[in-house]
């Protein structure tokens, strides 16, 4: 893995292995700055899904023909790349339809195995009456549902580390609210809204301290900075494809060893069974049991050849490039009239993106305005209605950068937005 600055010139450098960045929209030139919701692919991962396609794609796992040995070999050196990149073993590591999937799988894992699934292996897992989990108020919806959705089918109660006025928390929060009680501690690595970066190593302290497992939304983390899933030592973790420059309808469950032999399979089909007869079926071992039904062996190599391009351009280097971005953004959005930037909290670490209001204007508008100039940002509530609902807000605007995003983009975005209270008579 290399590790060098990343400078404008880099930045732009680095802009010619991505086709769509040369695009124009309404006749300017693309500023892409919501990689937040997904990343673009470069020429390398295209390349890599072609060259699969039209060479060795085949079903894995099952014919015994050279095509299906070629595909399962690509399949599984995939697997091993992908592991290596976030510090993990590939026994560790399932294919899954997406991130919020592989979190479903974690969370429906352990209401199977409430019900007696797994038998005595899961035990460890079983949660009921009495039990509690707990989340952040920052959660994505991906991150909260599911939860919601165990603690229904399982009696247990769903608590949360509140948010303070700025949208962000701290670990102090954390201890108010785990406890004995706790089963699951489940957050995000790094928030889609504030870009708080959270306290991993304190957390999954306080999570062993009451014997609770911890899973970790990597959405926001594994695409921009450097990763060790086992450094960390969460017990699970999601990631998804298409935001680190991969495939889209691909997500990663990590999980550590012990912990995926406990959990039971939350899909059942072909590919992950042992014996089936017309009463029963035995299921194979992790991670082969997380992966029901045909596989996704053209995104699975797209995601390698993705993991094989950031590790070239080096994520030390991406971390502390985002990051300088990200304080320039909430510094020039803060010196403009009308803007609210969330998570501007001098006292938590942040990452490479911005979520701001402008006053008087619907993020909605804000992002068609910048749109018109060539800006794509988000709109909306970004998945993450409980957080803005804290803030006494329905929607922002997110700009959120990554290895190929350059000053000069910041600046078409401040300048941009100095027009836009003006534009809709907001600054009367």
Not at 266 to 280: D, N, Y
Request: charged content about 20%; some cysteine.
């Amino acid at each position: 893995m290399t590790s060098s600055v990343i400078s404008d010139a880099r930045a732009r450098e680095l802009r010619r292995d991505f086709p769509i960045l040369h695009e124009q929209v309404h006749g300017d030139p693309l500023v892409y700055l919501d990689f937040g919701a997904t990343a673009q692919r470069s020429s390398a991962v295209l390349e890599a899904e072609r060259e699969f396609l039209e060479h060795r794609n085949a079903a894995v796992h099952r014919g015994a023909h050279e095509l299906a040995a070629l595909s399962t070999s690509d399949y599984e050196e995939s697997r091993d790349i992908v592991a290596r990149f976030v510090g993990a073993d590939a026994d560790e590591i399932a294919w899954q339809a997406g991130a919020t999937d592989a979190l479903n799988t974690v969370a429906l894992g352990i209401a199977a195995a409430s019900r007696g699934r797994g038998g005595d292996d899961s035990v460890p897992l079983r949660l009921g009456p009495g039990d509690e989990i707990v989340v952040t108020e920052a959660e994505h919806h991906a991150n909260l549902v599911p939860w919601q959705e165990l603690a229904l089918a399982t009696g247990a109660t769903l608590r949360w580390i509140p948010a303070n006025e700025r949208g962000t928390w701290s670990i102090d929060d954390a201890r108010a609210v785990v406890g004995p009680a706790t089963r699951v501690l489940a957050f995000a690595h790094v928030s889609n809204v504030t870009g708080m970066i959270a306290p991993v190593a304190e957390l999954v302290e306080l999570a062993a301290s009451v014997g609770a497992i911890t899973v970790l939304d990597a959405c926001q983390s594994v695409p921009h900075r450097p990763v060790d899933l086992h450094e960390l030592g969460v017990d699970f973790a999601a990631f998804s494809s298409h935001k680190m420059t991969g495939p889209n309808g691909l997500g990663v469950l990590y999980g550590r060893r012990e912990r995926l032999a406990q959990l039971p399979p939350a899909r059942t089909g072909g590919s992950m069974i042992e014996v089936v007869t017309m009463e029963a079926t035995t299921f194979m071992d992790p991670p082969t049991r997380f992966e029901a039904g045909t596989q996704a062996v053209p995104q699975v190599v797209g995601l390698a050849a993705a993991c094989r391009y950031l590790d070239r351009v080096g994520m030390a280097s991406i971390r502390d490039h985002e990051e300088a971005l990200g304080a320039l953004m909430v510094e020039r959005l803060g010196a403009l009239e009308g803007v609210r930037v969330l998570g501007d909290d001098a006292s938590v670490a942040r990452s490479g993106l911005a979520a701001f209001t402008v006053d008087g204007v619907h993020s909605h508008d804000v992002s068609q305005f910048l749109d018109a100039r060539g800006i794509a940002v988000r709109g909306g509530h970004h998945c993450a209605q409980p957080l803005h609902r804290r803030l006494g807000l329905t929607a922002s605007t997110r700009a959120s950068t990554y290895l190929t995003t350059t000053t000069d983009e910041i600046d078409a975005l401040i300048d941009a937005l100095g027009d836009v209270r003006a534009y809709f008579g907001a600054n009367r």
